[in-house]
């Protein structure tokens, strides 16, 4: 069974290239010009490729050096770009991932405070579906930080809890579990003027 989905997914790859290959075979030559291989680049990109990567890409993946890409060789084109796009978002990913800690570090998360004022406490759960499975409670009188909030069309609203960490997860907002905290509008004194 393992096999024959093996074998199914294989295919359906396979099909996609396929299709991918008519599509950017405009002429129906069965390979693909330089200027085939330009628009197709230019559609995997979402802009304008730049013409020494077309150059590239033909100097490199032209095996038989017909200046055409036949069929295996735009699979293997596709499958470099697959590899670079895939090294280009982790490289991303990790200059992005330090800067996001950093900045955790420095802020309490933004949202709306809230605290619980039902006796029992308020039911927090691992996600925002109605469905989801209480964790535990978050005691009465505790303050929290909802980073998000998601409204079902019955009018239920669920928000995700960001501070205090111990209680990342979602509870129900409704005036019987909590209460929204104001906070206090902070104004600056003006500075005085010296006398003239």
Same mark, same amino acid.
Request: charged fraction near 30%; glycine fraction near 6%; aromatic fraction near 4%.
């Given at each position: ?6 074998? %199914? ?9 396929? !299709?991918?290959?008519? %599509? ?5 030559? !069965? ?20 013409? /020494? ?19 295996? =060789?735009?699979?293997?084109?596709? !499958? $470099? ?9 982790? =490289?991303?990913?990790?200059?992005? /991932? ?14 709306? $405070?809230? $605290? ?10 691992? /996600? ?22 998601? /409204? ?12 205090? =960490? ?21 104004? =600056? ?8």
């Amino acid at each position: 069974r393992l096999q024959k989905q093996a074998n %199914a997914a294989g295919m359906s790859a396979v099909l996609k290239l396929r !299709q991918a290959f008519a %599509a950017a075979d405009a002429d129906g030559s !069965q390979a693909l010009s330089r200027d085939e291989v330009k628009s197709c680049l230019d559609g995997l990109i979402g802009g304008e490729a730049p013409e /020494e990567d077309v150059d590239t890409a033909m100097e490199n993946f032209d095996k038989d050096a017909s200046g055409l890409l036949e069929f295996p =060789e735009f699979c293997q084109l596709l !499958q $470099k770009v697959t590899e670079l796009d895939a090294e280009a978002a982790a =490289e991303e990913a990790a200059v992005e /991932e330090p800067a996001a800690e950093e900045a955790e570090e420095e802020a309490a998360p933004a949202g709306k $405070k809230y $605290k619980i004022v039902l006796d029992s406490g308020a039911k927090m759960r691992a /996600e925002s579906s109605l469905d989801s499975e209480a964790l535990t409670d978050i005691p009465v009188d505790t303050i929290v930080t909802i980073v998000e909030t998601v /409204e079902f069309e019955s009018g239920k609203v669920r928000g995700k809890v960001g501070a205090p =960490e111990e209680y990342n997860g979602w509870i129900t907002i409704a005036d019987h579990i909590v209460e929204e905290i104001e906070e206090p509008v902070v104004e =600056e004194a003006a500075a005085e003027e010296p006398a003239a």
